[in-house]
């Protein structure tokens, strides 16, 4: 396959459903809260009854114009609602309320990596009900699906990307990025598990060097990173076994099984005509004022790559930079912790190191352990100040997480706090010298990288609290 894929050139474009964190439903007063008892967020209005109308969300528009804004869109000054039809038992009144000619926001961009994709526009509608196939829940052989209309409603922003992206690995960096954004801005969680962010695949291929794009076909149903790229993978291979066996790639849906690793097809793809949109008559078009829209650029929080750009000023790798960013619980406790006016080296040194590892192996986030940003810049004052070693200080940053104590109370508690007391590293190392004679001599006869030993064996002795460079200059004194 792999001679294969130089013949083609690959051109992917992504449909990306984020579901707005807002209170309540887009046209409804429903709340919105995942998890709650089935079918009990289901007003008159969420039902589709006959006769009940539709209100605008106004916190939803908000979000949708922020969103746009941080991803370079033009933002009109009217956009309206439209119907799209479909016939599905989670959308009972038979069609979406969703905007189609006049979205909220248009001609976007996003730097990923160094590229520019292009963003198409991005526009609000409703998420439809969830359905539970009870045959696939357990009941096995039970010939019903059950329905819940609390996620009907739920604001939900398309926001759809120009056919920009050339690999999986561009989309797949594409699509973090976007998460990033929407959850540092606050509008969606992002969470591809629980789905309140959604990805459709649209994936084409084409001879290299051809002007003319392929036909392409939407995958569905990928939810994490590494399956939308797997997904791609997929169907990259499976076009181009079609085109070279002199088949046609047919237009439709396919649906990403991630156990069974393949795409399967779901249904023929709809074009817009079939959809019938029309004008939602129920709601009149939106104007937005250009003083909305800068009162609500005001409030843009600094955004991934900005925060990515201010770290490494700092000193940061771009890793660095990166993996903090990627854990925003972290960035922005890494942020309280700079304003405090620690050192960035040091705190990162914690962050990247004992902290990541104790929050991947207990699953926490940052927030979730007692370790407070004065807590953090205490003990790092400690180290700047040679009170402490760095050693210790990574002995006592779990104990910190734990039962959120001050680094000086451990310090002085279990009287941790660095010698530097030249007499005192004296009489130990000059004891380490004489009970291990042997070393004493092969260093003197020419072996100088024993000195490492020695330092070691000195550590052990004061439990890693010696001053480590006067024990290197005092066990210099001595052996040289
Ligand atoms: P639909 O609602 O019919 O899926 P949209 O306009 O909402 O259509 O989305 C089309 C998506 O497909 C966009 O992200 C666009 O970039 C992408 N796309 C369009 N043509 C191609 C193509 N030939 N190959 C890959 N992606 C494409
Ligand atoms: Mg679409």
Known sequence: MEDLRDKYEVVIGLEVHAQLKTKSKIFAPDGCEFGKDPNSETSPITLGMPGVLPVLNKEAVNMGILTGLALNCEIPERCKFDRKQYFYPDLPKGYQISQYDEPICVNGYLNVKGKKIGITRAHLEED??????????????????????????????????????????????????????????????????????????????????????????????????????RAIEYEIDRQIE???????????????????????????????????????????????????????????????????????????????????????????????????GASPKIAVNFIMGEIAAYLKETKLEINETKLTPENLVELISLIEKNTISNNIGKQIIVDMMKDGSKASEIVEKRGLSQISDTGAIKEIAQKVCDTNPAQVTAYKNGKVQLLGFFVGQVMKETKGRANPKAVNEILKEILD
Not at 131 to 156: E, F, K
Not at 309 to 327: P, T
Request: aromatic share 6%; net charge negative; with cysteine.
């Open 128 to 229: 439809a009900g969830k359905l539970v196939h009870a045959g696939a829940d357990g009941l096995a052989g039970s010939s019903y699906s059950l329905v819940d209309l609390n996620r009907a409603g739920t604001p939900l922003l398309e926001i759809v990307s120009e056919p920009d992206m050339r690999s999986s690995e561009e989309a797949r960096n594409y699509m973090e990025e976007l998460r990033n954004i929407v959850r540092y801005i606050g509008v969606c969680d992002g969470n591809l598990e629980e789905g309140s962010m959604r990805c459709d695949a649209n994936i084409s291929i084409m001879p290299k060097g051809s002007k003319e794009f392929g036909t392409r076909a939407e995958i569905k149903n990928v939810n994490s990173f590494s399956a939308l790229q």
């Open 242 to 340: 079609i085109v070279e066996e002199g088949g046609k790639v047919v237009q439709e849906t396919r649906l990403w099984d991630d156990n069974a690793r393949e795409t399967k097809s779901m249904r023929g793809k709809e074009d817009a005509h079939d959809y019938r949109y029309f004008p939602e008559p129920d709601l009149m078009p939106l104007k937005i004022s250009r003083e909305w829209v800068e009162e609500i650029r005001a409030k843009m929080p600094e955004l991934p790559q900005a925060k990515r750009e201010r770290y490494m000023s700092l000193g940061l790798s771009e890793y660095d930079a990166s993996v903090i960013v990627e854990q925003m619980g972290l960035a922005l406790f890494f942020d309280e912790v700079l304003k405090l």
